[in-house]
């Protein structure tokens, strides 16, 4: 798996993957911390302003997302139209595998860079609070980076791309109390949804019957969704033979 990681990773050495992992998060807290000195966001809550920073990246997750399973994706396809990916000789399953772990590298990387960075400059909270929250936003959206994966290898990059439109929108939608009964079923809401439940427990105190009763469900829900997400991209990933929609 060590070799495989390694070959992914090489594979995007030389693009804007490595770059886009740096620079998103940084423009992101630096735009929103400026935003908050200037704008109207000043006479907020600090609590309120932690809590729409953290429900607002993770509603814009899936976008970015799209943006880099696309890149990822067309990568291989110009590499022989997929023949480097499907000709190694390594398990499919474990090629798989290493591909999404890289994705998921990265992106913690750039969640914990977001986090800490706002949290550095806008104070209020602790460095457990921090890891906490990058560590939620980071779990919810393990599905999302599968789900595009999958959508990017087989309808193509523009795909993954409409998809991120499409759940930021819906992910948006949702943090509103639309969203309260049905968003535990919904992957792209997950990370909004999960660090404003985690603010809202800093305010009203850990111990509330509501805030353990709607983690509970989503754990319900989303556990048994995820393995299923990756356990079947994985299966149909090692039956794939390169035909995608778009040939």
């Not at 807290?29 to 953290?54: D, H, M, R, S, W």
């Not at 798989?96 to 550095?120: D, E, H, N, R």
């Not at 806008?122 to 959508?151: K, N, P, R, W």
């Amino acid at each position: 798996m060590i070799r495989i990681l390694k070959a992914e990773c090489y594979k995007t050495k030389h693009t804007w993957l490595p770059l886009i992992h740096v620079v998103i998060p940084i423009v992101y807290a630096l735009c929103f911390f400026i935003a908050v000195k200037v704008t109207g966001l000043k006479f907020y809550e600090p609590k309120e302003i932690i809590q729409n920073y953290l429900m607002i990246l993770g509603a814009v997750l899936p976008i970015i997302i799209g943006a880099i399973t696309s890149k990822v994706v067309e990568i291989e396809a110009n590499a022989g139209h997929f023949q480097v990916l499907l000709s190694s000789t390594y398990l499919r399953s474990k090629v798989y595998m290493g591909k999404l772990l890289v994705l998921l590298i990265g992106a913690f990387g750039s969640i914990i860079l977001s986090v800490f960075l706002f949290g550095i400059l806008f104070g209020h909270q602790t460095v457990q609070d921090l890891f906490i929250e990058a560590l939620l936003i980071f779990i919810s959206c393990m599905a999302t980076y599968a789900i595009h994966l999958v959508v990017a290898i087989f309808f193509g990059g523009g795909a993954s791309l409409g998809l991120g439109f499409v759940e930021m929108l819906l992910a948006l939608l949702l943090i509103l109390i639309l969203g309260d009964d049905i968003w535990y079923f919904v992957p792209c809401t997950w990370p909004s949804r999960l660090s404003g439940l985690y603010c809202l427990a800093k305010k009203v105190g850990f111990h509330n019957a509501f805030l353990y009763h709607e983690l509970y469900k989503w754990l319900v829900v989303a556990v048994p969704i995820t393995i299923i997400i990756f356990v079947s991209s994985a299966i149909w990933f090692t039956r794939w033979e390169g035909q995608s929609y778009t040939d």
